[in-house]
């Protein structure tokens, strides 16, 4: 997994919370939230999240832990995503000789 340098990672944290203070202040500017919206997608493609908050979480985490620490825990944390596929049951894989 490729990491951008932390320095990166604190910069566009820094830009993505200064653009959510405004428009918390003024939700109804569209140019406000626009930026902020893609504020949040550099830290999503930064941080490899789907999600902004997600991102911002990540992004947090990475800086305050070790390189090695962070990673440990990515590879942890259970994927929200993952689907558990199986198999129809044992019942329906056998042949219909075999019935």
């Given amino acids: 997994m490729l990491l951008p340098a932390k320095t990166?990672?604190?910069?566009?944290?820094?830009?993505?919370?200064?653009?959510?203070?405004m428009m918390l202040?003024?939700?109804?500017d569209r140019a406000l939230r626009s930026t902020f919206e893609?504020?949040?997608?550099?830290?999503?493609?930064?941080?490899?999240?789907r999600c902004a908050r997600e991102a911002a979480d990540a992004a947090e985490r990475y800086l305050r832990t070790t390189l090695s620490a962070y990673l440990r825990e990515q590879d942890e944390r259970p994927c929200?995503?993952?689907?558990?596929?199986?198999g129809p049951p044992v019942a329906d894989r056998r042949s219909p000789a075999g019935r």
Avoid: F, N
């Fill in 38 to 49: 893609d504020s949040g997608y550099t830290l999503c493609v930064l941080m490899g999240k």
């Fill in 25 to 28: 202040a003024a939700p109804a």
């Fill in 8 to 21: 990166e990672v604190a910069r566009q944290l820094r830009r993505y919370r200064a653009w959510e203070r």
């Fill in 80 to 86: 929200p995503s993952a689907v558990v596929r199986r």
